[in-house]
């Protein structure tokens, strides 16, 4: 079920392209783990998204003052943590500032119990911030054994994260094939870390991109791709970005890229340097914080599948986006709804989200 087997002759040629480099396909992709329904980037989050069957278990990546990679997806602690009681006076200083010691001091799950009182759990209140080898134990704890999709967030902030992202998997011996043991039955649970595409490097980074092929040119690479603010050329309308709330996605979801030649050389940037694919924004049926340029247009698709590169597109969460999407060529989704997803193509979870939560303790 989980193994990435050789396409057929008629298969999609989206299919062949992610047989060749070794990855699931269609992927399911838990974005910040099980985030629908969890606190991203936490321990519950993660383990639910490693039970209910997702491909990848997906992170940001950013590194604290002392050396330590850790999961966390925003620039400040603010929006996810209580920095602002512990740390009064650092509560808009980056990652970079803090020791793993300071990071540690702070509950990184009381805010979502907050923003979603229906999905709230009291066992929610005080998780941590996960350092990657905590979630490498995650990965590896389960009977499902899904593979790790990494970004470097910022990488300007952390020179050399690259090299320390390789050390890293080196020791935990995710850089070396990994054999599945005797009795192991991919048609009964996820064996994605026991394939060549058991890890994914992604980065909307072009430095961070060419880094990460110096460092680890045979591990799969993802470049993000994002239009206008110094990525893809936009169209020049004269309107200008609102500094935030739902009129952002709005604005972003009206933007069109300046050419296809500008597409274009994002696209086989990407092939010159490693990647074996892009991640696309999407623009959403039914709009939203998630609803982004449309970079998953038909065309677009058809270019990027004609420089032999896969598709994965971020961020999808309902039925009618997966169809829509994948009818597009997609090969694969980022979603915070990883069971939905998993529903969608048809292998649904066997188990209940509240019934594995209380099996972890949540």
Known sequence: MSFPTAAGADAPVGQTLSAKAGIPWPAAIAHRG????????????????????ADYLELDLQRTRDGVLVAFHDDTLKRTTNVAQVFPDRAGQPISAFTLTELKQLDAGSWFNAAYPARARPAFVGLKILTLDEVIDIAEGGANKPGLYLETKVPKQFSGIEKDLKAQ??????????????????????GVAYTPGRVILQTFEKDSLALLQQQMPATPKILLLWLGDGYIATKDTGAKAPAGGPGLAAFYARQEVESRAAFADWVRFAKQHGAIGTGPSAALTNGGDQSYADLVHPWMNDLTHGE?????????????DFKALAARGVDGFFTNRIAALLSFQGRAPAQSMADILARHGY
Not at 34 to 53: F, I, K, M, Q
Not at 312 to 320: I, N
Request: aromatic residues 10%.
């Open 308 to 320: 032999g590169l896969v598709i994965h597109a971020y961020t999808v969460d309902d039925a009618v």
């Open 169 to 190: 998997l080196g020791r935990r011996g995710w850089l070396a094939p990994r054999t599945a043991p005797a009795g192991f039955d991919a048609a009964k649970a996820v």
């Open 34 to 53: 099980a985030s629908y329904d969890a606190p991203e980037e936490t321990a519950p989050a993660y383990l639910l998204a490693r039970d209910l069957g």
